[in-house]
């Protein structure tokens, strides 16, 4: 009798969408990135980590399921994590409507509680959008969106009979310890031990503060499972927390910009320093990124959230400068296993992964 060895489980990552901020971008060559998103997937169940611009048909495209959507989890509230969220809540409904499953979390950060500060290099005071309740978190996002698109789902509902995506989706906002410190003007991410905001039967997921001023709360993810762990880090510029929450994971994917190539297509100087500014204290480089690889002794290192996306490949190697490790800069839908039964799976010369 032949015995049946034992297959360990390699969970992995698809990255649905690599490029970061608000435009519709391309690569080096010209063809297009999907806005920042990606799934963990363990076993049959699958996890999104922020809804870039393309991430329902995406997930699509690398045939995952709704009925088998474990949970959707926003870094922070910035458009470009966040646009795709409408298609997932009401395209998505119709993908489950036969499903006995309950309701998908949606987990993420809560208000922001006050408009951020106005640019030292305002010459103007702006009108805030909707001044009543200018700064929601991802219950009133998700809220908002189901109030903007009422006319059509209570059409469904009503005509149709289809089921109110406001029971199929369950808003969770992170709740951040008592006496912590943190103020979204002034201390967006004071030092503090990872806290978890999700488990079930495959993943426990654990949520810290970064640095994405002046956008507050903005969170890093990490996704536990018995076949490893992946840290996912959102937007943020380098800080401790990000060190802190990434240590000894087997995959860190991490958000990198190239501020000279950057710089080079703003020809308004006044948004230029403002937009200057902010991405010099919100955002990470590629090689600061190697660093924080480095510094937390994470196992592989993959660089997304690509801005802007059309840099040239070695702009991203630059990583490589302060780590040693297996370095990926993968494309849209590029699957990357993790844990100690991928790397032992995996084959001794295989090169990192580069982009096109």
């Not at 088998?68 to 989890?73: P, S, T, V």
């Not at 008592?178 to 993943?203: C, K, Q, S, T, Y």
Request: a negative charge; glycine letters at 8%; proline letters at 10%.
């Amino acid at each position: 009798m032949t015995e049946t060895k034992h297959v360990p489980l390699i969970p992995y990552v698809v990255t649905l969408g690599t490029a970061g901020g608000p435009r519709w971008w391309k690569d080096h060559e010209g063809t297009p990135r999907f806005g920042i998103a990606t799934a963990v997937v363990v076993g049959q169940t699958w996890y999104l980590v922020d809804c870039g611009q393309g991430a329902g048909r995406q997930a699509n495209a690398a045939g995952l399921s709704m009925t088998d959507l474990g949970g959707i989890f926003i870094t922070h509230m910035h458009s470009d994590h966040t646009v795709d969220l409408p298609s997932l809540l009401l395209f998505g409904a119709f993908e489950l409507k036969n499903s006995p499953r309950g309701p998908i979390p949606v987990v993420g950060p809560g208000d922001r509680g006050k408009l951020p500060p106005l640019s030292p290099r305002a010459t103007t005071t702006p009108t805030p959008i909707a001044p009543n309740r200018p700064t929601p978190g991802i219950e009133g996002l998700v809220s908002g969106i189901l109030s903007a698109y009422a006319t059509d789902c209570n059409d469904r509902i009503f005509d149709s009979l289809a089921v109110s995506p406001a029971v199929q989706f369950d808003p969770r906002e992170i709740q951040l310890p008592e006496g912590l410190g943190f103020d979204p003007d002034i201390n967006v991410a004071p030092e503090m031990e990872p806290i978890e905001v999700f488990r079930d039967g495959n993943v426990t997921v654990s949520a810290i503060l970064v640095s994405h001023h002046p956008t507050a709360p903005a969170y890093a993810f990490r996704f536990e499972t018995v076949g490893g762990s992946v840290t996912i880090s959102g937007d943020t510029a380098p800080c401790a927390n990000m060190v802190r929450l990434a240590r000894g994971t087997d995959l860190l994917l991490h958000e990198a910009i190239n501020l000279e190539v950057l710089a080079a297509q703003y020809s308004d100087a006044q948004m230029l320093q403002a937009t200057m500014d902010h991405h010099r204290r919100a955002h990470t480089t590629a090689a600061e990124a190697g660093r924080i690889a480095t510094d937390a002794g994470v196992a592989h290192l993959a660089l997304h959230h690509l801005v802007p996306s059309y840099s040239p490949p070695e702009a991203w190697e630059e990583a490589r400068t302060a780590f040693e490790g297996p370095l990926s800069i993968p494309d849209d839908l590029q699957v990357i296993p993790f844990g100690p039964a991928a790397r032992a799976a995996a084959p001794a010369s295989e090169p990192s992964t580069t982009s096109r």
